[in-house]
């Protein structure tokens, strides 16, 4: 810092683009303030990373948080199942915590019509159970079960 208060000591006045004269006091504004701009900058950019890491660590004892366990729900844990689309669900299992259900394939009429689901056990599991369309009998198998991770903003 030294070396560089002796710099600006040296110029008096520097002329910019707008033609007009600055004094040695704005030019040491103008030459510190990139670096806070780029501090501040610099902490964004680790808050996305963060975030990212986040969620890739998520491993098996996440999931029991959720109530997934090998790869089941517990039948008496869910309280809701809403299908957003034809394929993907949402499950409410309190607490604030909801589970992303995805169906092997598009099952044409189960938001609109409604399910018939008859597990086989006292659990739901990917790959095993399924649901039937109300009005077309038609079989869904389940295909994944996840836990549903909002990003900032309800996202």
């Not at 070396?3 to 006045?13: A, E, L, Q, R």
């Not at 963060?50 to 959720?66: K, N, V």
């Not at 957003?84 to 995805?102: F, H, N």
Request: charged content about 25%; overall charge positive; hydrophobic content about 35%.
């Amino acid at each position: 810092m030294k070396i560089f208060s002796s710099w600006v000591k040296k110029i008096d006045n520097v002329f910019c683009h707008t033609q007009c004269i600055l004094r040695k006091r704005t030019l040491l504004l103008f030459v510190i303030s990139p670096a806070f701009a780029c501090a501040e900058g610099y902490d964004h950019s680790y808050a996305k990373l963060s975030l990212t890491e986040e969620l890739r660590s998520l491993d098996e004892s996440d999931l029991s948080s959720f109530g997934i366990s090998n790869r089941c729900i517990r039948r008496n844990a869910i309280k809701s199942i809403r299908f957003q689309d034809d394929q993907i669900a949402i499950i409410k299992v309190g607490r604030g915590k909801e589970i992303v259900l995805t169906l092997t394939r598009p099952c044409l009429g189960i938001k609109r019509n409604g399910f018939i689901f008859s597990p086989r056990s006292n659990k739901l599991c990917e790959k095993f159970d399924y649901f039937e369309v109300m009005e077309t009998n038609m079989i869904c198998q389940i295909d994944s079960i996840q836990p549903h991770i909002r990003l900032e903003n309800g996202y």
